[in-house]
Structures are given as C-alpha cells and as structure tokens.
T-cell receptor, first 111, second 116 residues
Framework: QKEVEQDPGPLSVPEGAIVSLNCTYS??????FMWYRQYSRKGPELLMY????GNKEDGRFTAQVDKSSKYISLFIRDSQPSDSATYLC???????????FGKGTRLHILP | DADVTQTPRNRITKTGKRIMLECSQT?????MYWYRQDPGLGLRLIYY???????NKGEISDGYSVSRQAQAKFSLSLESAIPNQTALYFC???????????????FGDGTRLSIL
C-alpha cells in the first residue's frame, strides 16, 4: 500500500459547483497536512495547512482532516474556471525531514 | 520578485553533458530541497539541506549532486546527463524551527530539463 493515495482525475465540474478532492494515507504517524495548487508550468503553491483533525476554512476553500479514517479532503465552493489546476495533497511528521506528496488530481472547471 | 527563483527555466542538452540548475531564495529559510516531477510519479525528493553544512540524500539521489553555497543558494548538478533525467525540477524552501519539521514548503516555478 502506498503511503499517500490520490486519484489523478481528471475531474471536470461545471462552474459554481462544489468540488471535493481527497487523499487517503496509511501512516498514522502523519501529523500535519497540506494542500497545494499547481498551475501548468508553475510550481506548487501552498493553499491550506492543517495540524489537527477537523475543518479549516479559508475563503472558498475548506480543508478537512479525519485522522481516525486516515482521510483528508479539500472542498472548493463556488468553483471558478481559475480554479482549474492540479491539486496535490501533502503530509508530514514532526521530527522527520520529509513531506510526502500525493501525485495530484487534475481539476477542470467548465465555464 | 519571486521568493524562490530557479534558473534556467528551460534547458535542452545532450546525453553526457554536465548540467547545473540553480536556486536562490529571499525568504530567509534555512531548509532547501530539490525535487523532480514526472507524469504519473509525482514529486520525488532528490536532495535536501538544513543549513550550509548539512546535506542529505533523498529517495532518488543517484546521478545527482548538490552544493549549498550560502543560506540563500542551493544548486543541483547532473554530472553526466542521461535521457531518463528528463523531467521538471523544483527547488523548495521551508523554515526550520527548533528541530521540528512541521513547516510547509514553498516552491519555485521549476526548470524544464530535456536531455536528448
């Protein structure tokens, strides 16, 4: 079983819809979780950073962490064509040197 | 100006050539990283450095070397490039507070490297 699993997509949704992106993980030692957005020909850009189970909201974005199920989600409300990008989940442990990235989900918002 | 700057942005070269990719940052972060990104494989860590005197191998360091010339500069070298090193290369930085690693990484915009 891979440490972090993420559906590669592509996921196509109409403008204005709520988007749900998900990752599962196998290592219960992961303690902090991130979501990155990557546009074509650009580097990953940090969107959300969470350190505990539950929800964290920032504008149209909500990150959700369920440590008991080893499952994290990113919700995008009122999706816009500018949200079209690849979204990568990432996670890490305290006192460890590395962050483990999911392979990314390609998202297309259709006007 | 970008906080993490990578040069060059694009490079095409031939098998056997020596290549250097450079990264500089203005974020004042201690930690710097080199990744490569391939379709279907995601981001894979090549090398990372916690300060000028501390260099560590990542999961795919074979065929690569690095140099941390200063806190703000971290370069990646391919001593003798081969076609399967064709990829998108990213530099990233993070803070390193009190020995804990729970800080997010911040990326440059990458170098697209093609080896013929």
């Amino acid at each position: 079983q891979k440490e972090v699993e993420q559906d590669p997509g592509p996921l196509s949704v109409p403008e204005g819809a709520i988007v749900s992106l998900n990752c599962t993980y196998s290592n219960s030692a992961f303690q902090y979780f991130m979501w990155y957005r990557q546009y074509s020909r650009k580097g990953p850009e940090l969107l959300m950073y969470t350190y505990s189970s539950g929800n964290k909201e920032d504008g149209r974005f909500t990150a959700q962490v369920d440590k008991s199920s080893k499952y994290i989600s990113l919700f995008i409300r009122d999706s816009q064509p500018s949200d079209s990008a690849t979204y990568l989940c990432a996670m890490g442990m305290n006192r460890d040197d590395k962050i483990i990235f999911g392979k990314g989900t390609r998202l297309h918002i259709l006007p | 100006d970008a906080d993490v700057t990578q040069t060059p942005r694009n490079r095409i070269t031939k098998t056997g050539k020596r290549i250097m990719l450079e990264c500089s940052q203005t974020k004042g972060h201690d930690r710097m990283y080199w990744y490569r990104q391939d379709p279907g494989l995601g981001l894979r860590l090549i090398y990372y450095s916690f300060d000028v005197k501390d260099i560590n191998k990542g999961e795919i360091s074979d065929g690569y070397s690095v140099s941390r010339q200063a806190q703000a500069k971290f370069s990646l070298s391919l001593e003798s490039a081969i076609p399967n090193q064709t990829a998108l290369y990213f530099c990233a930085t993070s803070e390193g507070r009190g020995g804990f690693s729970n800080q997010p990484q911040h990326f440059g915009d990458g170098t697209r490297l093609s080896i013929l």
